[in-house]
């Protein structure tokens, strides 16, 4: 797929951006969540989806409480043992008072910028060879999320290679998803940060209908939405029966048992290429947004 726009550069990174993350856990593993410590992750956006992420990761490897706040609504008073905080740009208003309110209390930031602001007021991990000059996130927060999960003893090698062959997967390979008149992505346990995430770059990139819900939710309400023309589309482990049930209402039921979640984020970035460009919209300037959100 032939694209010259920044989204598309950044996209196409992902999988040695990964071994990237995951070599820079090993070199900053002292200001990463030790074992035992109950600790707090912030982000705003695409940011705290990922945090989502790795919260319930941390906690699924029995490795302590984990809270995942978005940095607009933080509940740090709570009393946590470290807070964890990401940020592409590092001038995001919300995590700098995040940070500035947990003062006192060892404090990480994994951001793409080594001279931001946010490096001020916290213990620094930087990721610059994941920046991007395109507004919609895409790699630097699957770099930090490879990170994170190397950090619990992960091995980011399948993910990156499940990446690669998504990156290199001919257009058919969306499906129906390239011209769905509606899309609905489902996660489970972690992956229901991956979900949002999928939701709101089809949202921010090409102005589509798209919805996200943990997957045991989906029967409760939202299933209503499902019909012909319209995509539901699963990351990761999926209920019981919910395949057959979507499928009985004619809509498309998408699922790719066996890869990595991570990477099946890196096919719906293509995704969202495609439909931008059938939409005339470019990728890397949806409208109303820009690259942090700074408040005066």
Do not use: N
């Amino acid at each position: 797929m032939s694209d010259d726009s920044h989204l598309a550069r950044e996209i196409a990174t992902q999988p040695r951006d990964w071994h990237t993350g995951a070599a820079r856990a090993a070199v900053h593993r002292e200001l990463l969540p030790r074992p035992g410590e109950r600790v707090a992750v912030t982000g705003c956006g695409t940011s705290f989806f990922m945090a989502q992420c790795y919260a319930a990761l941390r906690e699924d490897a029995g490795q302590g409480l984990t809270d995942a706040w978005p940095a607009g609504e933080h509940r740090l008073a709570r009393g946590y043992d470290r807070v964890l905080a990401l940020t592409r740009s590092g001038t995001t208003t919300e995590v700098l008072r995040a940070l500035r309110a947990a003062d006192g209390v060892p404090r990480t930031v994994i951001t793409a910028v080594p001279d931001a602001p946010a490096t001020a007021l916290a213990a620094t991990i930087a990721l610059p060879e994941a920046d991007e000059r395109s507004v919609v996130q895409s790699r630097f927060a699957t770099t930090a999320l490879a990170l994170l999960r190397a950090s619990l003893g992960e091995d980011i090698a399948p993910a990156a290679a499940d990446a690669a062959a998504a990156l290199a997967a001919g257009p058919e390979s969306l499906g129906p998803a390239a011209t769905a008149g509606q899309v609905t992505f489902l996660g489970r346990g972690w992956t229901c940060g991956l979900a949002a995430e999928a939701a709101l770059k089809l949202r921010e990139s090409a102005q589509a209908w798209a919805e996200s819900y943990p997957a045991t939710e989906y029967r409760h309400g939202p299933i209503s939405i499902a019909g012909p023309g319209r995509v539901t589309w699963a990351l990761g482990e999926v209920p019981d029966g919910l395949a057959d049930q979507v499928r009985a209402t004619g809509a498309h039921f998408e699922h790719a048992p066996g890869v990595d979640p991570m990477a099946e984020l890196v096919r719906v970035h293509r995704l969202c290429l495609v439909r931008a460009r059938a939409a005339g919209l470019d990728p890397d300037a949806p409208r109303h947004l820009s690259r942090s959100v700074v408040l005066g």
